[in-house]
T-cell receptor, first 114, second 112 residues
Framework: DAGVIQSPRHEVTEMGQEVTLRCKPISGHNSLFWYRQTMMRGLELLIY????????DSGMPEDRFSAKMPNASFSTLKIQPSEPRDSAVYFCASSFRLTSYEQYFGPGTRLTVT | KQEVTQIPAALSVPEGENLVLNCSFT??????LQWFRQDPGKGLTSLLL?????REQTSGRLNASLDKSSGRSTLYIAASQPGDSATYLC???????????FGDGTTLTVKP
């Protein structure tokens, strides 16, 4: 299996621009998680889906952030408009089922907003 | 709200030494606890998953224990090697529909 796939791996954009991060979970996994990692705040859960349905988005920092999962093999995290404080590494993870199974992480997208 | 603490934040040991990393959590109502390894600039690699009903899990030189009642887990690394140098994170998945909370990690350096 190819593991969790994220694209792009690196993104540099200017403040105010729209940013879209993409994730393909491991085939057969029905739960997907979006995390953000910074030096100051560590690893934070932003939102997670179960069977393509958002379960908890309480970690999404602001309305500028939105996430979708149109099907079992694809999810996006969008930031519009982006700000310098959004600079971080964004990870996507998937799990076979929501609770009792391991989470597998993708390589992450390093976002820099100038 | 679940809080996860990892102590120490950093640890440096000579090669060959056995060591223990600690993870504590405030809410014992958990589904499981997972240990990860993160190399600089990389994603997280799963090491061990302990279900709430289990006391320990082993994989090679790694052994993780869980004491849910006291809110503690340890990761034991036997015969450490320079290749074990990385940041080790623990994550607690609580009963709130699978939400995970991560500790800040312990950065391990194994000197040759």
């Amino acid at each position: 299996d190819a593991g969790v796939i994220q694209s792009p791996r690196h993104e540099v954009t200017e403040m105010g621009q729209e940013v879209t991060l993409r994730c393909k979970p491991i085939s057969g996994h029905n739960s997907l998680f979006w995390y953000r990692q910074t030096m100051m705040r560590g690893l934070e859960l932003l939102i997670y889906f179960n069977n393509n349905v958002p379960i908890d988005d309480s970690g999404m920092p602001e309305d500028r952030f939105s996430a979708k999962m149109p099907n079992a093999s694809f999810s996006t995290l969008k930031i519009q408009p982006s700000e310098p404080r959004d600079s971080a590494v964004y990870f996507c993870a998937s799990s076979f089922r929501l609770t009792s199974y391991e989470q597998y992480f993708g390589p992450g997208t390093r976002l820099t907003v100038t | 709200k679940q809080e996860v603490t990892q102590i120490p934040a950093a640890l440096s040991v000579p090669e060959g030494e056995n060591l223990v990393l600690n993870c504590s959590f405030t809410d014992s109502a958990i589904y499981n606890l997972q240990w990860f390894r993160q190399d600089p600039g990389k994603g997280l690699t799963s090491l061990l998953l302990i279900q709430s009903s289990q006391r320990e899990q082993t994989s090679g030189r790694l052994n993780a224990s869980l004491d849910k009642s006291s809110g503690r887990s340890t990761l034991y690394i036997a015969a450490s090697q320079p290749g074990d140098s990385a940041t080790y994170l623990c994550a607690v998945r609580d009963t709130n529909a699978g939400k995970s909370t991560f500790g800040d990690g312990t950065t391990l350096t194994v000197k040759p």
